[in-house]
């Protein structure tokens, strides 16, 4: 290995944004299996003090859920991230969520995703707790996430790297 | 190789959502076989999350799975159970 791989090795990795203002957390914090036991992926969650939902990358858009809960980015080093905003919030039907992209969208970091009312998520008893997951984890070798204090959107919160 | 195919159509009002395809990952991942999934319009792969949510597979859907592998028997076995109990 010459000189200039190790210059090259050095940023060869991806660096994820968060999604929404507020407290960054591990993903082990997230009352909820699915989440907390990394059944989804490996992640952070953010405990949102604003509703807006940003991109955490360059990437499309691979899924929206016509519910407007979560929705997904994939990266074009091919990392699935996965954005849930709130727990069971599926079952809200859409009410407190305004959807702003469409499957297979370009979209650039720190685009507007998805609007939530986190006032009305609260007063129908759910947790707005949203975790931020990388679907296909198995991929990367390294996951790193920065955990533990409050963020703006864009603030590095995780670096996949291969 | 033969392989094996079942049919399911989902009950659950919200379709395949994030935790039971988190679920779903979880149990086709415990088999060798590789098990996708079709709805007729989409085909996905039931070992990927992304794969499987993009598919968006709402309630009265029917989803066809074929599994293909040396656990082929098991695998559709214990994916056909899994369906019932929580889709």
């Known amino acids: 290995m010459g000189l200039f791989d190790i210059f090259k090795k050095k940023d060869d990795g991806i660096v994820l944004g968060a999604p929404m203002k507020g407290k960054c957390v591990s993903i082990r914090e997230v009352p909820d299996p699915t989440f907390g036991e990394e059944i989804l992926g490996k992640g952070i969650a953010i405990i949102p003090s604003d509703g807006r939902v940003y991109a955490p990358a360059d990437g499309v858009v691979s899924t929206v859920f016509p519910t407007g809960h979560a929705v997904g980015v994939t990266t074009p080093d091919g990392a699935e991230l996965l954005i849930h905003i709130g727990l069971d919030t599926v079952e809200l039907k859409g009410e407190p969520f305004t959807i702003k992209v469409s499957a297979d969208q370009n979209v650039k970091k720190g685009d507007l995703l998805i609007e939530a009312d986190l006032e009305k998520i609260k007063a129908s008893g759910k947790d707005t707790i949203t975790p931020m997951v990388i679907c296909n984890s198995d991929n990367w070798t390294n996951i790193e996430s920065f955990a533990g204090r409050d963020v703006e959107p864009g603030d590095e919160v995780m670096k996949l790297s291969k | ?87």
């Not at chain 2, 709402?58 to 040396?70: A, N, P, R």
């Open chain 2, 1 to 87: 190789m033969t392989m094996k195919q079942f049919q399911y159509t989902i009950k659950d009002e919200l379709g395949i959502h994030a935790r039971p395809a988190g679920l779903l990952v979880k149990k086709a991942s415990e088999f060798k076989s590789t098990v996708s999934v079709d709805n007729g319009t989409k085909k996905g792969d039931a070992k990927k999350i992304m794969s499987l949510m993009m598919m968006a597979v709402k309630q009265g859907q029917t989803v066809t799975f074929t599994i293909e592998g040396e656990d082929e028997a098991a695998a559709a076995e214990a994916l056909e159970a899994f369906m019932k109990e929580n889709l």
